[in-house]
């Protein structure tokens, strides 16, 4: 499916792809609205508006910064995020493909939608800085992956050949600009939320498990040669 030989650079989601979505789909869609209701004495009602609030900013940066919903909502988002940063985890096999990875040496990038304040929760409960070799934060860019724009001004922090780069994201909208801006290799994640039910990405090819991308997984089919 991948011809490694044809990779330099692999560009690599977060949420979702190397982490189990469920903590953020339970973070924003259940703990934070029930959270915001009792702290500011709210009935149950409340929690369906938050809801519809926080979706209403998907694919925005205002979505992915938690400055932002700390000041909307007038709670403390990171101190809530703790409550329950026991459910931030790797997804099953991305692990092994970072170690794979870091073996094989691509360039390796994290090109994350999370704000600083999310990747300083996550990282060191995941360990990822270990296997990547950048990390790239669109809020540092001013503008999210979902915006042609993101492509360009990556490029200027950290070059890359967008014909001999993969990228894997879980967010069609998101893999659907890669494309557009040129990126060659580009996969989707079958079930980013180990929690719910799997998804197939109309456009793209949605991988199941990282496994099935690397040498050596097919019988006969040994480290590159
Ligand atoms: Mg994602």
């Given at each position: 499916?991948?011809?490694w ?27 934070l609205?029930r959270?915001y ?47 329950v ?26 090109a ?15 360990g ?35 014909a ?11 893999l ?32 199941d498990?990282?496994?099935?991308i ?12």
């Open positions: 499916m991948i011809d030989r044809a990779i330099d650079t692999v560009l690599l989601d977060m949420d979702g792809t190397l982490l189990d979505l469920h903590f953020d789909s339970h973070f924003w869609l259940e703990h609205p959270r209701a009792e702290l500011h004495r709210l009935d149950e009602a409340s929690q369906e508006a938050i809801r519809a609030r926080i979706l209403r900013e998907q694919g925005t940066l205002n979505w992915y910064s938690l400055a932002y919903w700390s000041r909307e909502l007038d709670v403390d988002i990171v101190a809530l995020k703790r409550e940063q026991h459910l931030i985890g790797l997804r099953s096999d991305a692990l092994d493909f970072l170690r794979w990875l870091k073996r094989a040496h691509p360039r390796v990038v994290l994350t939608n999370a704000d600083r304040e999310s990747l300083a929760l996550k990282l060191p409960l995941t990822l800085e270990d296997y990547v070799d950048a990390i790239v934060s669109s809020a540092d860019l001013g503008v999210p992956k979902e915006a042609q724009e993101f492509w360009f001004l990556l490029q200027e922090v950290e070059p890359f050949d967008p001999r780069t993969l990228f894997i994201d879980d967010n069609a909208a998101v659907e600009s890669a494309r557009e801006y040129g990126i060659r290799h580009l996969l989707g994640i079958k079930q980013p939320d180990s929690r719910r039910p799997e998804k197939e990405l109309e456009e793209f090819i949605a991988l498990r990282f496994a099935a690397l040498p050596g997984e097919r019988p006969g089919d040994g480290e590159d040669a």
